[in-house]
């Protein structure tokens, strides 16, 4: 099923998908359907030199290390924190060192748009993290494995993509990543017009099998990293990242205790980057089953 829904993704985004097959997706979001065909645009960002950077639709941007053109390699998706857009993202002095990290160890970076500032990993964000993924991998020589990286409020887009996109994701990384959606809710009443627009919730609490983390199935196993605080008061680490991964971690699962407040200086330093590094280059290693 994943393997057609991605086919008829990329006719879509080509345009040549027949009008009428799309009365079969009715969770997808209109303001997509159809549309006109999807274009990614090369573009330049001297702060992250020599890697080829992409413009894409609605504001995202993919970011290829120069050796990608050549040599095998995967994709890691990074999905943005709550109020941030990618060119925010791009250039925010706290991430450029990370990204650049990342970067500099041989991973192209897309950084989707998700639905905007505030998608909350919903319908939108999927579809946008989906048709990008679509457009990403024709731009470097795609290895075939794909990781998702959620930052803050990106956790919730990149379990959604590892459970319900139409792509494989073979490593799940969280930074103080938030899962669960019903803690979200119920942990500001600010939260919560942005999740009733991003899940058509209507002003009502967010119902279990609307809850990645509460709809999670029993046996969902993937690969984790997840890095996260006691002290975090904006994500509680326990009822999000810890409780991702007495649920779902698999094999090559790690949980690693940070200190500090939410996205604390610590939490995108060096150190973290070379350990989601060594998690990818790790299950590279690994024979898929």
């Not at 990329?10 to 079969?24: E, K, R, S, Y």
């Not at 639905?115 to 964000?125: R, S």
């Not at 099998?209 to 994500?235: I, K, M, N, W, Y």
Request: with cysteine.
């Amino acid at each position: 099923m994943r393997r057609f829904l991605l086919i008829f993704l990329g006719l879509v985004i080509l345009g040549t998908a027949p009008a009428a097959a799309l009365t079969n997706l009715s969770s997808l979001p209109s303001s997509e359907l159809p549309g006109p065909p999807q274009r990614i645009v090369a573009t330049r960002l001297p702060a992250f030199d020599p890697a080829r950077a992409y413009q894409l639709p609605g504001g995202g941007v993919l970011l290829v290390p120069p050796e990608c053109r050549s040599e095998r390699c995967p994709l890691l998706t990074l999905s943005h924190s709550r109020g941030r857009t990618p060119t925010e993202l791009l250039e925010s002095a706290s991430f450029q060192p990370f990204l650049r990290s990342l970067l500099g160890a041989g991973l192209p970076l897309l950084i989707s748009a998700e639905g905007g500032p505030d998608g909350w990993g919903g319908p939108e964000a999927l579809w946008q993290l989906t048709r990008d993924y679509t457009l990403s991998v024709t731009r470097f020589n795609f290895s075939g494995r794909t990781y998702a990286l959620g930052v803050s409020m990106g956790g919730m887009s990149a379990l959604r993509a590892a459970v319900d996109a139409v792509f494989d994701v073979h490593g799940l990384i969280l930074i103080d990543g938030r899962v669960n959606l019903t803690d979200a809710w119920n942990s500001g009443q600010s939260r919560q017009p942005e999740l009733s627009a991003a899940y058509a919730l209507k002003g009502r609490a967010p119902a279990a099998h609307e809850d990645p983390l509460a709809s999670l199935p029993a046996s969902f196993r993937l690969p984790l990293l997840v890095f996260g605080s006691p002290q975090d008061t904006t994500v509680n680490f326990k009822r999000n990242g810890e409780a991702l991964y007495s649920k779902a971690a698999g094999v090559g699962s790690q949980l690693v205790h940070t200190s500090g407040p939410h996205l604390g200086g610590s939490h995108l330093s060096a150190g973290v980057a070379a350990q989601v590094v060594a998690f990818v280059r790790g299950l590279q290693a690994r024979k898929l089953p």
